[in-house]
């Protein structure tokens, strides 16, 4: 509501006047006697409405519970929720400086203004409220009814997201920083070529690595669903990036006589992509051969060039049935359990989305089952976008 920090301006003093309690009472026997308010009671959103001086006159049920069973009827939003700043100055809640930075009462005014608006509310809560922090996303409508003008405000707790967001930011920093260290140990390591454990120390090298690229795995995935991935092109090598996929299940495979192979036929071709992304694919499409696949069998993986860019082909002798054919492209869709079925979702988010390509297919008896994916050499683009 402040747009200078720490004063006021004419529309916000206006603002900072209130209605008397019986014109409170008044405002809200007028709302719910004429309108259909009464839909909003049991929405599972804190919906509430404001007069022009940004006093409550109308509150569902989710706005008690989340006032610990109280009412805030009378009161301004950020003195209804415990809002710590709300009892810094005379004016009450929105006279503060910090309020200019405020998503409440900015909601209120845009929503005067152009009718509605979305805005963040992040509030810290004060000794009532444990001093717990809320992220509520709000929704503003200007509200005019029987001459008389109203604001409906919709929020919704993000509080919950918003920490899970940045739990998770800690741990792949956090966990990052430790493979790190482990990976510059690993190196130090690969240096003595006559160490008599080297088979080991190989193995040590291929699980670090795959514990690497399951992280990145895990982290691009929420950047993907979440619009936040970003695709950094650069000149591919397809033979060597294949070859650094193989090296990754050298540790996963260890003991159970499955064998990874690459089709001897493959032509390199060095294209223009995201390797990090495009890498990722591959690794899914592997991994999801390999744990369909028992002992004594062979996966496949092969590529060739395509139409403009690269085709490239895992396959295993193991065939789908006719529901995961259906469904094998579905988000959390899994034969292997609970809290899995994000590998072949992820294939196909990150192939057709972000790497410009597409993902197919075939499970035939006496055959097996094959996934193919084809991505365009991106140099074309990366010329039209300079131009």
Partial sequence: MITSPGHLNNEQRSLSLRELPAEIIRQQKLLEENLSIAIFESMPLLVFVLNTSRQIVWENKMVIQALGGKSGISLRPGEAFGCIHAAETPTGCGGSSLCGFCGAPKAFLEALRKDEDIEEWVIQRDEEFRFEALDLLVWSKNLVFQAEQFVILTAQDESQKK?????????????????????????????????????????????????????????????????????????????????????????????????????????????????????????????????????????????????????????????????????????????????????????????????????????????????????????????????
């Avoid at 193989?246 to 223009?272: H, Q, V």
């Avoid at 492209?329 to 072949?344: D, E, L, M, V, W």
């Avoid at 989305?353 to 994916?373: A, D, H, M, N, Q």
């Fill in 163 to 387: 920490r899970h967001e940045v739990l998770e930011r800690i741990f792949y920093h956090d966990i990052g920083n430790t493979i790190n260290g482990i990976r510059s140990l690993m190196t130090l390591m690969d240096m003595q070529d006559e160490d008599p454990h080297r088979e080991y120390l190989d193995l040590m090298d291929a699980a670090t690595e795959q514990l690497v690229d399951e992280i990145q795995s895990h982290k691009a995935l929420q950047e993907a669903e979440s619009g936040e991935l970003s695709t950094r092109l650069s000149l591919v090598s397809i033979d060597s990036l294949v070859q650094e996929v193989i090296k990754i299940f050298a540790y996963a495979l260890y003991g159970k006589n499955i064998r990874l192979k690459k089709n001897e036929d493959s032509r390199d071709l060095t294209m223009r992509t995201d390797p990090v992304l495009l890498r990722r694919v591959v690794v899914n499409m592997v991994k999801n051969a390999l744990e369909a696949s028992g002992s004594g069998e062979t996966v496949g993986i092969g590529f060739e060039p395509g139409n403009g860019g690269i085709v490239i082909r895992v396959w295993n002798s193991s065939l789908l049935s006719p529901e995961s054919s259906l469904r094998v492209f579905q988000r959390s869709f899994t034969t292997k359990g609970k809290g899995r079925g994000y590998g072949t979702y992820s294939m196909k988010l990150l192939c057709e989305r972000y790497l410009g390509g597409s993902i197919s297919f075939s499970s035939k008896e006496g055959i097996g089952t094959t996934f193919t994916v084809e991505i365009p050499d991106q140099v074309s683009a990366v010329r039209e976008k300079s131009l």
